[in-house]
């Protein structure tokens, strides 16, 4: 039984992460592709929506894919009762949403928002629709269909925005995106799927489910709120322009962050939940998680921040530079983003919903104190308050762990240091080729910078045998061997 988990773990892994790495790729390049054909107010308005989108469809959801995905044997009454209550729900969504936009428009003096809404608030119910499917593939650990829907969603999505890009469409491109993007994946869910809605809304299913999934939901709309709510200010307090340097940043950093975070997430949470009773086994599995997305995710975080200047000229061009110092501060987060959303997977095997909530609360108490003192002060203010909200969430995240496994403060500091320390040795190195490469083009200091940056840090490793090199290395063949 092991041994078959391992197998679908690791072949999870793979195929996930190569979809991410793909999608990761195509969304680079759309993205570049846009970015050059739209200004930055263009982002700033569709920031503005997405604060609500974000918030929208974690309500829809409600924790309910989550509560199948670690239920012993979900029936199939269970399945229909969740897809019911998810479909009502982002109906009734839907239509506030719309309803409430003209106060919207009003409010930040952008009547294009009233256009805007009736249409990419539709992503509510086009997501419902394929939730259960999703749910049910990952718990099957059918990674491959996923992966293969999620890279072809991104493929249909990246052409339909640049098509409206290429034809003038302003910001109708990015909600041409996120909708086409949606559409697709719902549709190819139910055709890859085995599940046609079987099964009946049961009240007394519903009800038992009901709790840990609400838990779930309170929790993740709060950090959808957190995640999203210094754009509204932004865009009011500053200007829409601002808002889109400011997102532009956040994007960018999420191209890779957000890839590896999910690619992990997706196999980890429905894996560790098949282990959760061997305490030692589960240790050691989180400890390996852990070493592994510090070793491949700190010198991609720093080393984006080190090469900012020259990567932002290069590939969006001179209009997006003011994106720059945002960026420097916000690639920080990716450091910590990945190892707190570790640690929320362990939280989520083991407990019961009641102590994520209760530090969803602690945490976003600390960082409303970030958002009020740096929200008045400057942009720059609110991206460092990020980079500090993250920080806590680990610190947070993982001092709860210390209720249901065996790993300690210390053997964690012990995991993480070597990379981190050689991370830092690989920053130098790189800010070094940059100051005496001042002159060059910036096509090719970005090139050396890049060059430079790797060479350091795997030799680095090689040379110090990090264990989490040879970790990573024995994933890879063994991924690439299944």
Same mark, same amino acid.
């Given at each position: 039984?092991?041994?078959?988990? @391992?197998?679908?773990?690791?072949?999870?892994?793979?195929? #996930?992460?190569?979809?991410?790495?793909?999608?990761?790729?195509?969304?680079?390049?759309?993205?570049?592709?846009?970015?050059?054909?739209?200004?930055?107010?263009?982002?700033?308005?569709?920031?503005?929506?997405?604060?609500?989108?974000?918030?929208?469809?974690?309500?829809?959801? #409600?924790?309910?894919?989550?509560?199948?995905?670690?239920?012993? =044997?979900?029936?199939?009454? =269970? *399945?229909?009762?969740?897809?019911?209550?998810?479909?009502?729900?982002?109906?009734?969504?839907?239509?506030?949403? /719309?309803?409430?936009?003209?106060?919207?428009?009003?409010? *930040?003096?952008?009547?294009?928002?009233?256009?805007?809404?009736? /249409?990419?608030?539709?992503?509510?119910?086009?997501?419902?629709?394929?939730?259960?499917?999703?749910?049910?593939?990952?718990?099957?650990?059918?990674?491959?269909?996923?992966?293969? @829907?999620?890279?072809?969603?991104?493929?249909?999505?990246?052409?339909?925005?640049?098509?409206?890009?290429?034809?003038?469409?302003?910001?109708?491109?990015?909600?041409?995106?996120?909708?086409?993007?949606?559409?697709?994946?719902?549709?190819?869910?139910?055709?890859?799927?085995?599940?046609?809605?079987?099964?009946?809304?049961?009240?007394?299913?519903?009800?038992?489910?009901?709790?840990? #999934?609400?838990?779930?939901?309170?929790? =993740?709309?709060?950090?959808?709120?957190?995640?999203?709510?210094?754009?509204?200010?932004?865009?009011? /307090?500053?200007?829409?322009n601002t808002l889109?340097?400011?997102?532009?940043?956040?994007?960018?950093?999420?191209?890779?962050?957000?890839? &590896?975070?999910?690619?992990?997430?997706?196999?980890?949470?429905?894996?560790?939940?098949?282990?959760?009773? =061997?305490?030692?086994?589960?240790?050691?599995?989180?400890?390996?998680?852990?070493?592994?997305? +510090?070793?491949?995710?700190?010198?991609?975080?720093?080393?984006?921040? &080190?090469?900012?200047?020259?990567?932002?000229?290069?590939?969006?061009?001179?209009?997006?530079?003011?994106?720059?110092?945002?960026?420097?501060?916000?690639?920080?987060?990716? +450091?910590? *983003?990945?190892?707190?959303?570790?640690?929320?997977?362990?939280?989520?095997?083991? #407990?019961?919903?009641?102590?994520?909530?209760?530090?969803?609360?602690?945490?976003?108490?600390?960082?409303?104190?970030?958002?009020a003192l740096t @929200?008045?002060?400057?942009?720059?203010?609110?991206?460092?308050?990020?980079?500090?909200?993250?920080?806590?969430?680990? @610190?947070?995240?993982?001092?709860?762990?210390?209720?249901?496994?065996?790993? %300690?403060?210390?053997?964690?500091?012990?995991?993480?240091?070597? %990379?981190?320390l050689l991370t830092?040795?690989?920053?130098?190195?790189?800010?070094?080729?940059?100051?005496?490469?001042?002159?060059?083009?910036?096509?090719?200091?970005?090139?050396?910078?890049? &060059?430079?940056?790797?060479?350091?840090?795997?030799?680095?490793?090689?040379?110090?045998?990090?264990?989490?090199?040879?970790?990573?290395?024995?994933?890879?063949?063994?991924?690439?061997?299944?």
């Amino acid at each position: 039984m092991k041994s078959r988990l @391992i197998d679908q773990v690791a072949t999870g892994v793979a195929w #996930s992460t190569a979809e991410k790495v793909c999608s990761m790729l195509l969304q680079m390049v759309v993205s570049i592709v846009v970015a050059r054909l739209l200004v930055p107010e263009d982002f700033g308005v569709m920031a503005i929506l997405t604060f609500f989108t974000a918030v929208a469809l974690v309500v829809v959801d #409600s924790g309910f894919s989550q509560t199948l995905l670690r239920k012993a =044997d979900p029936t199939e009454n =269970d *399945y229909k009762s969740a897809f019911t209550f998810n479909l009502v729900v982002s109906v009734v969504l839907y239509l506030l949403f /719309v309803a409430l936009s003209p106060l919207l428009a009003r409010y *930040y003096n952008l009547q294009i928002i009233t256009k805007i809404a009736p /249409v990419l608030f539709l992503l509510l119910p086009i997501n419902a629709i394929g939730i259960i499917q999703n749910t049910k593939l990952a718990r099957e650990f059918r990674f491959g269909v996923l992966s293969r @829907i999620n890279f072809a969603a991104s493929l249909v999505a990246g052409v339909a925005a640049i098509l409206v890009a290429v034809y003038g469409g302003g910001v109708w491109a990015l909600v041409a995106q996120r909708l086409t993007m949606m559409t697709t994946k719902s549709l190819l869910l139910w055709w890859r799927g085995d599940w046609r809605g079987e099964g009946s809304f049961s009240g007394s299913a519903w009800y038992e489910m009901a709790p840990f #999934s609400f838990r779930l939901m309170s929790t =993740d709309i709060v950090s959808a709120l957190y995640n999203n709510v210094a754009q509204l200010f932004i865009g009011k /307090v500053y200007s829409t322009n601002t808002l889109g340097f400011f997102n532009q940043a956040q994007k960018v950093k999420d191209l890779t962050v957000q890839s &590896a975070v999910l690619s992990v997430q997706t196999v980890t949470y429905p894996a560790l939940a098949k282990i959760k009773d =061997d305490a030692e086994k589960f240790a050691e599995s989180f400890r390996k998680v852990l070493l592994i997305n +510090i070793f491949v995710m700190a010198p991609v975080s720093v080393g984006l921040l &080190a090469v900012a200047e020259p990567l932002f000229r290069v590939l969006l061009g001179e209009k997006w530079l003011p994106t720059v110092p945002y960026f420097e501060v916000i690639a920080l987060s990716g +450091i910590f *983003y990945p190892l707190a959303m570790v640690a929320y997977n362990v939280l989520k095997v083991h #407990s019961n919903g009641a102590i994520i909530f209760r530090l969803e609360l602690l945490k976003k108490g600390v960082m409303t104190a970030v958002l009020a003192l740096t @929200i008045p002060q400057s942009t720059m203010a609110i991206a460092w308050g990020l980079v500090a909200m993250t920080l806590v969430e680990f @610190i947070v995240n993982f001092a709860a762990t210390r209720r249901y496994t065996t790993l %300690s403060w210390w053997q964690m500091v012990r995991t993480l240091l070597p %990379s981190v320390l050689l991370t830092v040795a690989m920053y130098l190195a790189v800010k070094a080729v940059g100051y005496y490469a001042a002159s060059w083009s910036a096509a090719l200091l970005l090139v050396a910078q890049i &060059a430079v940056g790797v060479v350091v840090y795997l030799l680095g490793a090689w040379l110090f045998r990090l264990e989490a090199l040879k970790e990573f290395v024995k994933t890879i063949k063994g991924v690439l061997k299944r």
